[in-house]
C-alpha cells in the first residue's frame, strides 16, 4: 500500500514537471522566435557623461575625457542607457512574458565586435514596446593588446552621427538568461537587435 502511494507521488510529480518543462520550452521558443527591434535610444551615460550630446571627439570636456581615461585604465567603465525595444512574438504566443534574469551584450561596428557587457537586473520583456533601464559595466574589445581612450572617443560619437551615408553599421546582439519554471536558462547564441 505504501509502495503503491510513493508509486503514485512520484507519477504526479513527473507529470507536474513535465507540464511546467512543456511551458517553459514554448516560452523559451516564443523569445526565442521573436522579432527584436530597438525603437529608441533615450538615454546612455558612460561613468555619468551623457554620450547622446557628443557628436564629434572635440565634443568632450578635458574633465569628461579625464573620468573616461582614468575609467578605460582602470577597466571600471559603467553603463546606464534607456531603450524602447519593440518584441514581436510569434502568432500565438503575444499573451506570453519573459523575465530575463542576465543579458549579456556585444556592441559590433561594421561585424567587429567592439565593446560588450552584461546587465545582472531582471527585466520583464513582454509582447509590444517595452521601455528598458540597464545598467552594465563595460568592456572595451582589445585592438592590438589594449584599448585607448581614443578607440572610446570614436565609439562614443556613433551613437550621434547624422550623416548615414558615413555612418558604420552598428548591430546590438543579446544573450538573456531567462527564468523559467525549472530555474534559468541561457539561450544557446545572441540575439540580433534590428535598429
Not at 81 to 92: H, I, Q, T
Request: net charge neutral; charged share 20%; hydrophobic share 40%.
Amino acid at each position: 500500500m505504501i509502495k503503491k502511494t510513493v508509486f503514485q507521488f512520484f507519477v504526479f510529480a513527473g507529470l507536474v514537471f513535465l507540464v511546467f518543462s512543456c511551458n517553459s520550452k514554448k516560452d523559451v521558443d516564443a523569445f526565442r522566435e521573436a522579432k527584436y527591434n530597438l525603437v529608441g535610444i533615450n538615454e546612455v551615460q558612460l561613468n555619468g557623461i551623457d554620450l547622446l550630446s557628443k557628436k564629434r571627439p572635440e565634443d568632450f570636456s578635458f574633465s569628461d575625457a579625464a573620468i573616461l581615461f582614468s575609467a578605460v585604465s582602470e577597466n571600471k567603465l559603467a553603463a546606464t542607457s534607456k531603450l524602447d525595444l519593440d518584441v514581436k512574438l510569434p502568432e500565438g504566443s503575444q499573451e506570453r512574458s519573459m523575465t530575463v534574469t542576465q543579458l549579456k551584450w556585444q556592441l559590433l561596428v561594421n561585424g567587429t565586435n567592439t565593446v560588450q557587457g552584461m546587465v545582472s537586473e531582471p527585466v520583464e520583456l513582454h509582447n509590444g514596446l517595452n521601455t528598458i533601464s540597464i545598467s552594465s559595466p563595460v568592456t572595451l574589445t582589445a585592438e592590438n593588446g589594449n584599448t585607448s581612450i581614443t578607440q572610446l572617443m570614436r565609439l562614443a560619437t556613433l551613437f550621434s552621427q547624422a550623416d548615414a551615408a558615413n555612418k558604420p553599421k552598428i548591430t546590438l546582439q543579446i544573450k538573456p538568461t531567462i527564468q523559467t519554471s525549472v530555474g534559468p536558462l541561457e539561450l544557446p547564441s545572441y540575439i540580433n537587435i534590428k535598429d
